[in-house]
């Protein structure tokens, strides 16, 4: 399955949803995304790379733990206000368990991803999707 993109927007707030298998040849097409909508609000250089490796780094953990060898989809929304970036990446593969784990405990295991979204992001989410399946990881960024 191709990726897919739809957007929408209004009273100041753009949304763009893309929906792509979740393989790793895909994740580009986020940071694909992300620039062309820096060209709606133009970012610093800087905190574009940043927000790029951000949304690397939560992509990826979706692609590598959420299916294993059975595939899914990885959706990614990005909502851009007129004072912050928001970023969400969401499967609907095993999840993890929170009351198990803490948050940082269950997404490390394969490095330092979570710590460096804290470090680039100014709030993060982590749970499960609105329907309580899956996973979900929403960053913000503020814009000034």
């Known amino acids: 399955m191709p990726a897919q993109v739809s957007a929408d927007g ?4 753009r949304t763009v949803r893309l929906t792509m298998p979740a393989r790793p ?5 986020g940071r694909l995304a ?3 909508i820096s060209r709606l609000r133009p970012l610093p250089d800087e905190v574009l790379a940043d927000l790029k490796l951000a949304l690397t780094e939560a992509t990826s953990n979706s692609v590598r733990h959420a299916y294993g060898d059975e595939g ?3 959706e990614i929304v990005y909502e851009l206000h007129p004072d912050r970036l ?4 969401a499967d609907a593969g095993s999840g993890f368990d929170l009351a198990e784990k803490g948050p940082a405990e269950s997404l490390t295991e394969g490095g330092l991803g979570i710590a460096i979204i ?3 992001a100014d709030d993060l989410h982590i749970g499960q ?3 309580g399946t899956g ?5 913000i960024k503020t814009l000034t």
């Open 72 to 74: 899914g989809l990885v």
């Open 10 to 13: 209004g009273w100041g707030v």
């Open 135 to 139: 996973s979900r990881l929403r960053f």
């Open 86 to 89: 928001e970023i969400e990446v």
């Open 25 to 29: 040849e895909y994740i580009t097409l």
């Open 34 to 36: 992300l620039t062309g």
């Open 129 to 131: 999707r609105p329907d």
């Open 118 to 120: 804290r470090a680039i």
